[in-house]
């Protein structure tokens, strides 16, 4: 079953609470035909930036959904998988791991011409290392292991991937410093600079990313200079890392209404100082706070994510912006963060009968306004 594109992008009811809201600034407001509009992959390809969304290979797949399929192929530039590449699918053994769900979307990816980012070599964060894994790693040696395994995943997908989450979440958002897991126990610092040097090694002509949750609203503080701290550590022992990943789950640590835009501004000019890029790498809207009024929850959505957008957007560093989904129906959200009220989250561009949201609007107008870089698109 194809996508409806026919018909209005926004209803009049969205329409009018996206001006109430504050987006009634041209082409937020304005009346669109998705099939006649430039599509979002388009727009940010204009502008020299690459825009996608993670899949998975199950439930409420592109692969296995025509209709979103059709969305996703035609949206999307980039395409990551949502747990696909992480250790608990690939398996604890580097010699024999289950590449399989992750074949399927490198394999969606080449059909449908798009790039494809891996996630992740290393979430470097206990809650994910299961005490199997754990064991494992003890008995091997925590070297030894990390780079049999990197040069096993990376070495997989060789350069289809242009853009490796090497080290994922290592830092603790309430004490500001590395968790200490398995591997970094064993080895200290010196884990970083074994995985980022196994990454440059096994996938020397990809771009090597450091992702995390810090984010803008009030209580991120310490989580945010946490990472400040890593990041300089990389460039003093010269790790080498090329990019920061800032995950942007908005409003999953903090509420919307508490954002510190002058102290974020501050955390991504020293970021960038240091001379790394900037990604975008999850991006969507917790909507828990939000009223129950699916119009009224749908203008805010799309005012939280116009306002965020434009300002990162305007770093000439940052060129990729991935959706952790586009569709609100299978939004991890709804299992992790589920609002009072029972009502499903709206977190994404399109609504659960495959429709574009304010949202979906919102994206294209922050990529439209952003400034051309000489980006990887």
Known sequence: M?????????????????????????ALSAPLCA????SLRDLAAQKGILFGTAINAGRGSPINDPGYGAIVARECGVLVPENEMKVYVLGNDPAHLN??????????????????????????????????????????????????YIAAVAGHFGDQIYSWDVVNETIDPKTGEVRG?????????????????????????????????????????????????????????NVPVDALGIQSHLGNDGSHSK?????????????????????ITEFDINDREMPKDIAQRDAQVASVAKSYLDMMLSYPQLDQLLCWGLWDKHSWLNGFAPRADGLPQRPLP????????PMRAAIAAALSAAPVRKGIA
């Open 35 to 38: 099939q006649a509009a430039p």
């Open 99 to 148: 590449f399989g769900p992750a074949d399927r979307i490198a394999g969606f990816a080449r059909n449908n011409r798009m790039k494809l980012r891996g996630h992740t070599l290393l979430w470097n964060y206990e809650k994910y290392i299961s005490p199997a894994l754990a064991e494992t790693v003890t008995k091997t040696g925590a070297e030894t292991w990390l780079r049999r």
């Open 350 to 357: 399109y609504d659960e009968a495959l429709k574009p949201k």
């Open 181 to 237: 897991t398995v591997f970094d126990k064993a080895l200290g610092f010196d884990v970083f600079k074994i995985a980022y040097e196994a990454a440059r090694e096994h996938a020397p002509r990809a771009q090597r990313v450091y992702n995390d949750y810090m984010s803008w609203e009030v209580g991120n503080e310490t989580h945010r200079a946490g990472v400040l701290r890593l990041l300089e550590r990389f460039r003093k022992e």
């Open 2 to 26: 194809k996508p409806d594109w026919q018909g209005p992008m926004l209803t009049r009811r969205q329409q009018l609470a996206g001006i109430a809201g504050g987006l009634a600034m041209g």
């Open 259 to 279: 954002v510190q835009r002058a102290e974020w501004k501050r955390f991504l000019d020293e970021v960038t100082a240091m001379g790394y890029r900037l990604l």
